[in-house]
């Protein structure tokens, strides 16, 4: 086993990638968790108050219907008319929107609406750093806008009937309601979003010290001392695979252990066949990344491109994989995408696991393990075959450049 005992040593000399990205990483995932709140609310969406004031001018019909419109979305309050009044009252926050209407304003709005022009403008002033005297604004332009428009569709009519048409306008409000998730399906969401966050946490981890040794181990120096030991090549590379091996499973390992501690009511929820499921998408997932970085290594890639490519398709798998931002968020196309990468099979398999009961139909989540598997192998059919090619050819650095150095 000396060969695994060697490669061991590498990994070990080259701690930190696995202390960084495995460990390190993953703590984070633990600390995304928790400051994320998964769990509903009754609580009804309401609007903050605002505080409003209007300075009436004109003492006209349309003012004091403006007037009742401010006042039942927001707190009317009392300013006197004056300018420094004006500037006290925004400038100490008593109010957050003051409007003035000024003197015949009624009949210049009419006017200019029977002839198609701009409405007369009113002073406006609120404050630059909330955006409630903004959104307060944007609803005083729509109700006049409303008048407007009743007014050019019947010009002849009662302008008390088109204020009171107006205020029924601006009265239609949507429904609102909070869509409450079942307990079943809402308990192991915490724990289900650190499994997806361990996407990236496991696919650069495991590449990024896999390809290292394998690059490592690789070299020609390394190669020619093999050729010359009795060890076979056989056995040469089941211990390296081995080593290999058990990288990934600790790495699986210490990944599912740190969330079921982490977040033990969230695992509470889940069922015993659904953390099972849990476990066995960590390991072909764990096991697809090795055969990523078995196929870098055997490409000839460096330990400093081996970091760069765990990072880069780490993140592109992560992304594609619903991990970070809900697919459902995303383009049809970018969801197509996604299944061509084993990143969504990763997450799907996760959460058809968190929601599997006593009982419950296994077939979809066996179908994501399955294809997980699937690229593992794909993955290791062209690292097998970089590696024979290695073996044939001299320029490679392998076996054939020992030989030929030898002879």
């Not at 590498?10 to 995932?29: C, T």
């Not at 896999?210 to 020609?220: F, Q």
């Not at 040469?236 to 033990?264: D, E, H, K, M, R």
């Amino acid at each position: 086993m000396q060969a695994c005992k060697c490669a061991l040593r590498v990994i070990r000399g080259n701690l930190v990638f696995f202390l960084v990205y495995i460990v390190g990483l993953s703590f984070m995932g633990i600390f995304m968790s928790q400051s994320f709140d998964f769990s509903g609310t009754e609580e009804l969406l309401q609007g903050e108050s605002v505080e409003v004031a209007l300075v009436d001018r004109d003492e006209s019909a349309l003012s004091k219907a403006l007037e009742e419109f401010l006042g039942e979305r927001a707190t009317l309050v009392q300013v006197a008319d004056s300018p420094l009044a004006f500037q006290d009252a925004v400038a100490k926050g008593q109010t957050g929107y003051l409007l003035v209407v000024p003197e015949g304003y009624e009949e210049a709005f009419r006017a200019a609406a029977l002839a198609g022009e701009e409405a007369p403008q009113m002073d406006v002033v609120y404050s630059y750093y909330a955006a409630d005297g903004a959104l307060m604004d944007e609803a005083v332009d729509a109700y006049l806008s409303c008048v407007r428009s009743l007014i050019v569709e019947a010009p002849d009519a009662p302008f008390e009937e088109v204020l009171m048409r107006t205020a029924q306008v601006m009265d239609v409000r949507a429904d609102v309601q909070v869509m409450q998730a079942s307990d079943a399906v809402a308990g192991p969401d915490r724990f289900v979003f650190y499994l997806q966050w361990s996407t990236y946490t496991l696919f650069a981890g495991i590449v990024v010290c896999i390809g290292m040794l394998i690059s490592t181990m690789n070299r020609a120096d390394v190669r020619r001392r093999n050729l010359a030991s009795p060890m076979s090549y056989a056995s040469y590379n089941v211990q390296l695979a081995l080593s290999c091996g058990i990288l990934a499973l600790v790495s699986c390992a210490w990944t599912l252990l740190l969330g079921l501690i982490a977040f033990p009511d969230a695992v509470a929820a889940i069922s015993v066949e659904g953390l099972a499921f849990c476990g066995l998408a960590i390991l072909a997932y764990s096991l697809m990344a090795l055969a990523f970085g078995f196929m870098l290594g055997q490409f000839g890639v460096s330990a400093l491109m081996c970091n760069a490519f765990g990072n880069i398709f780490g993140m592109v798998v992560s992304f594609l994989g619903g991990a970070w931002v809900p697919l459902e968020l995303l383009s049809p196309e970018v969801m197509a995408l996604a299944h061509w990468l084993p990143g969504f099979w990763y997450t799907d398999a996760c959460q058809l696991a968190a929601q599997m009961g006593p009982g419950s139909a296994v077939g979809d989540a066996v179908l994501d393990l399955g294809v997980l598997l699937l690229f593992a192998v794909a993955f290791l059919s062209v690292g097998f075959a970089a590696a024979k090619r290695r073996l044939q050819t001299s320029e490679a650095g392998g076996n054939r450049a020992a030989e030929v150095s030898v002879a």
